[in-house]
């Protein structure tokens, strides 16, 4: 059974970092497609990035375009966000989903999986 769980969030003052972590159990990442994306208070879930079976990374979200990176380790089945210079309005719930397929989508009605989220809040 396909399991993602998330991990590194918490809180941090404006114009820190923070990495997220998705492990995932299973499956491999060799078919899955694993994205990101974010529930701030009071809005809807927004897709943040993605990364193709193939370690191919893409971030959607145009305001955090040179502030987020997505990577990922194999050999851990695991997923990361490296979020950079982050502000206050990067306080979300962080999600990681997955799907099985080899281009990557910021729809998340597009995935079958998640993770149950982790927070992040960005404050003085």
């Known amino acids: 059974q396909l399991q993602l769980v998330e991990s590194g969030g918490g809180l941090v003052q404006p114009g820190g970092s923070l990495r997220l972590s998705c492990t995932v159990s299973?499956?491999?990442?060799?078919?899955?497609?694993i994205g990101w994306f974010r529930q701030a208070p009071g809005k809807e879930r927004e897709g943040v990035s993605c990364i193709s079976p193939t370690g191919r990374g893409t971030v959607y979200m145009d305001s955090v375009k040179g502030q987020f990176t997505t990577s990922k380790d194999t050999a851990k089945n695991t997923v990361y966000l490296q979020m950079n210079n982050l502000e206050p309005e990067d306080t979300a719930v962080y999600y990681c989903?997955?799907?099985?397929?080899?281009?990557?989508?910021?729809?998340?009605?597009?995935?079958?999986?998640w993770g149950q989220g982790t927070q992040v809040t960005v404050s003085s």
């Open positions: 299973g499956v491999t990442l060799d078919d899955h497609t």
């Open positions: 989903a997955a799907r099985r397929h080899l281009v990557c989508s910021s729809r998340e009605s597009n995935y079958n999986y």
